[in-house]
């Protein structure tokens, strides 16, 4: 069993910089790849970043790429999403996610945080 505990979110004006937290419980956690997604009101939820166990190969969503950098720290059981120059679209409830093998799809991971609400205001 794994947990997650996302922290971090809250409202930022468009430009400005968060950077969410994922606390992780479970012995095998360094073993899994993490993930960060996303839902905005009336919208499924979407892929934003993953990272493999290693940290060595990260993966992020077109819409994000250059502004967001996904990274772990094993021995602290900790994600982190920085997320620079936010946007209004970036609105949304960010979850943070742990799977054996998971990258891009939700489906591909098993366990899910309560999520963190992020608003950017323009």
């Known amino acids: 069993q794994v947990q997650l505990v996302e922290s971090g979110g809250g409202l930022v004006q468009a430009g400005g910089s968060l950077r969410l937290s994922c606390a992780a419980s479970?012995?095998?956690?360094?073993?899994?790849?993490m993930g960060w997604f996303r839902q905005a009101p009336g919208k499924e939820r979407e892929f934003v970043a993953a990272i493999r166990w290693s940290g060595g190969s990260t993966y992020y969503a077109d819409s994000v790429k250059g502004r967001f950098t996904i990274s772990r720290d094993n021995a602290k059981k900790m994600v982190y999403l920085q997320m620079n120059s936010l946007e209004p679209e970036d609105t949304a409830v960010y979850y943070c996610?742990?799977?054996?093998?998971?990258?891009?799809?939700?489906?591909?991971?098993?366990?899910w945080g309560q999520g963190t609400q992020v608003t950017v205001s323009s």
């Open positions: 479970g012995r095998t956690f360094s073993w899994y790849a």
């Open positions: 996610a742990a799977g054996p093998n998971g990258v891009f799809n939700p489906w591909e991971y098993d366990y």
